[in-house]
Structures are given as C-alpha cells and as structure tokens.
C-alpha cells in the first residue's frame, strides 16, 4: 500500500444508513417524501417555517439515540492510527462521527443539534424541538430560531478550509454519497486535479464514479473497515 501524508475523506447520508438515519435518494429517501423546495430552502423556512421546523424536528428526535456504526468507527480509527493528517469533511448533519471518536471533522452542511438565530446569529447545541414562539436566550426576540443546517442556496460551512485540504491531499476517499449535490459533488475532481489518488467506497457508484481511480462497491459498515485495515496496514 502506498504511503500517504494527508487523507481528505468525504461522507454523505450513506454511511449513516445502516445506523437507521435515512437518506436522500435512495428508494424510500427523504426526498421521495418531501419536496427540497418545501423543507430545505430559506425561501421555505420564510414561507411556512413551521412545516420546516416540522421537518427538522422529526429527523433531531431520531439522531437523540442513533448510535455510530462499524463504518463510523473505522474512520475515527484512521484518524487516531494514521502517521498523517486525515480531515473528514461529512455533508452529514447528524452526530455520528463525533460519537464515533473523530475529532478533526468538518460539518460543512451544519448540525442538527445546533440552533441558529436569525436575528442575532447565535448558534448553540438544541436537542430538542424548534417551534416558532421559542424565544432567543441571547437576543431575547422569537420567531427566529432555526436548526443550524445549510439549505439549498445557502453558502456551506469551511469552504476555504475545505480548499486547502483537497489541495494537499494525496488521497481523497468518498463514501456513501451520491454525488449529487454541490459544491461537495465536485471535491472529487478537485482532489484529483491536486494529484491525489481518489476512492469511492459506495454502495453502488456514485454519479462522480469516473472521477475515482479506485472503487470499492458494498455496504460501508463492510468496505469502510476493510479498507481502513488496509490503510493501517492490518
Ligand atoms: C450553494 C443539509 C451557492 C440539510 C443539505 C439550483 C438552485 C439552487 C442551488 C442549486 C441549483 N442547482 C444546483 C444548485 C446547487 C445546490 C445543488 O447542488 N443542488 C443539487 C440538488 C443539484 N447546492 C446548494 O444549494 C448548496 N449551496 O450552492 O450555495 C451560494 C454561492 C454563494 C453564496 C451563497 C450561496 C448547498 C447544498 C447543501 C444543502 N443541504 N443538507 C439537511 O440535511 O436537511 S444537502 C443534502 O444532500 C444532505 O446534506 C445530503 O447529505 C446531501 C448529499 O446527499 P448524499 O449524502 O449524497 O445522500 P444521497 O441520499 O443522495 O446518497 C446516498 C448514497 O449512499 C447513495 O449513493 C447510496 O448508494 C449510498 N448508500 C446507501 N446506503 C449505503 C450507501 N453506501 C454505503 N453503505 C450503505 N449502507
């Protein structure tokens, strides 16, 4: 196995699938059963912020007990067991990298256990319901707190971190993301523009699939450790 010096690994709504959040896309996904237009956009929090916070209610109370899987896990151990840097960047707003023991860990697209206030741009850990006449600890006011995620249209989190680090990588793993959704759909080409070796560890391959140099196709609670053993030469 070669020697690397600095893994990019970036993860989507896959690799939590098996600890029973739902993903997107798949058959039966979030967006088979509600419109992006009507839960994920600030056009949509403005509109009928309560159908939103609705949405976002639900999907919290479900991470409250989720717990991480083996794919989770494998990536917090080649984070500790690595010689090298290894930044996971997940689009992924639940805690579960975290509870599996990462800690370098970029939320680009937010977190679900943290609140944003629009009025005076507070943001806290919140593990319980939003509703619209819950008032700001901070600034006081109501009506404008809401789960601290990036809709669609809205800027993600660390982009200029994010830069940096597919520009040094040397290895840039993908795993279970479809590879739809920018701009994290196009870290690939960018890893690849910058040398690195890129993988995909999907269940299927991914609408990016041409960009990988290697692909390993299963459930990431299977591929994810394998590969990791192999990483740290197990
Ligand atoms: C931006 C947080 C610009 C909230 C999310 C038109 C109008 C407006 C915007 C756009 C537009 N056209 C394009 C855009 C850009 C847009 C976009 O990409 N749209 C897509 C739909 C075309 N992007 C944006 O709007 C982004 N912002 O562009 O801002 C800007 C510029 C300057 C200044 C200001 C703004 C923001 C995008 C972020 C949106 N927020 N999430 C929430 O979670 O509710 S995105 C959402 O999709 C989730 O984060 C999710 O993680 C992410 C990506 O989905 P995946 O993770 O890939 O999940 P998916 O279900 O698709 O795939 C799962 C995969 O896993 C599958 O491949 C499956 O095979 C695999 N799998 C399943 N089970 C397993 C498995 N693999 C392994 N093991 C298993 N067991």
């Known amino acids: 196995m070669t020697t690397y010096e600095s893994i990019a690994i970036l993860t989507g709504a896959g690799l939590s699938a098996e600890s029973g959040l739902s993903t997107f896309r798949d058959k039966g996904g979030i967006w088979s059963k509600y419109r992006i237009e009507d839960v994920a956009t600030p056009e949509a929090f403005a509109r009928d912020p309560r159908t939103v916070l609705d949405f976002y209610n639900m999907r919290r109370r479900r991470v409250l007990d ?13 984070e500790a067991g690595f010689p090298g840097t290894v930044t996971t960047i997940t689009q992924n707003v ?14 680009m697209h937010g977190e679900i256990l943290k609140a ?23 600034c006081g006011r109501t009506g404008g707190l809401r789960p601290d995620v990036v809709w669609f249209g809205e800027m ?46 999907n269940l299927e391959p991914s609408k990016q699939n041409d960009l990988f140099a290697e692909a390993v196709h299963g459930k990431a609670s299977e591929v994810v450790p394998d590969y990791v053993d192999r990483l740290l030469g197990g």
């Open 94 to 107: 639940d805690p579960l990298h975290e509870r599996a023991g990462t800690r370098n860990l970029i939320h």
């Open 116 to 138: 944003l206030c629009m009025h005076c741009g507070t943001r806290r850990r919140w593990e319980v319901d939003i509703t619209v006449d819950v008032t700001c600890g901070a």
């Open 156 to 201: 993600p989190y660390e982009m200029d971190r994010i830069s940096e680090v597919l520009e040094i990588c040397d290895l840039f793993l993908s795993i279970g993301t479809s590879g739809n959704v920018y701009p994290a759909a196009g870290f690939a080409a960018r890893a690849l523009a910058a040398g690195a070796h890129t993988v995909e560890l």
């Open 66 to 78: 989720t717990r991480p899987n083996a794919g989770h896990e494998a990536l917090a151990r080649l």
